[in-house]
Nanobody, 126 residues
Framework: QVQLVESGGGLVQAGGSLRLSCAASGRTFSSNDVGWFRQAPGKEREFVAAISWSGGSTYYADSVKGRFTISRDNAKNTVYLQMNSLKPEDTAVYYC???????????????????WGQGTQVTVSS
């Protein structure tokens, strides 16, 4: 069993930056791909970014490509999401999630992830 805890959310002005962290406990998740998703009020949860278990592959939604960077430090059992040039439309609750070890399904769908954190609020003011 893996427990995921997100942190780093907050209120920021448009154009600003935040770095989200996703810390795992219970067991190491160095064999698990990890994804970040977000959900705005009244909208479905959507894919933001994902990183393979080794860190060798990363994937981004078109809406954040070039502005967000996902990375991981397996020694610290933590995955990060660096968010730059934030826009009001980035406002949402951000969730991290991980998949079973060495899983080969799509990175883009919430249903492909089996452990989720509680989420952290990101609010970008205009």
């Amino acid at each position: 069993q893996v427990q995921l805890v997100e942190s780093g959310g907050g209120l920021v002005q448009a154009g600003g930056s935040l770095r989200l962290s996703c810390a795992a406990s219970g067991r190491t998740f160095s064999s698990n791909d990890v994804g970040w998703f977000r959900q705005a009020p009244g909208k479905e949860r959507e894919f933001v970014a994902a990183i393979s278990w080794s860190g060798g592959s990363t994937y981004y939604a078109d809406s954040v490509k070039g502005r967000f960077t996902i990375s991981r430090d397996n020694a610290k059992n933590t995955v990060y999401l660096q968010m730059n040039s934030l826009k009001p439309e980035d406002t949402a609750v951000y969730y991290c999630a991980c998949r079973p070890p060495y899983y080969s399904g799509s990175y883009y769908y919430p249903s492909e992830y089996n452990y989720w954190g509680q989420g952290t609020q990101v609010t970008v003011s205009s």
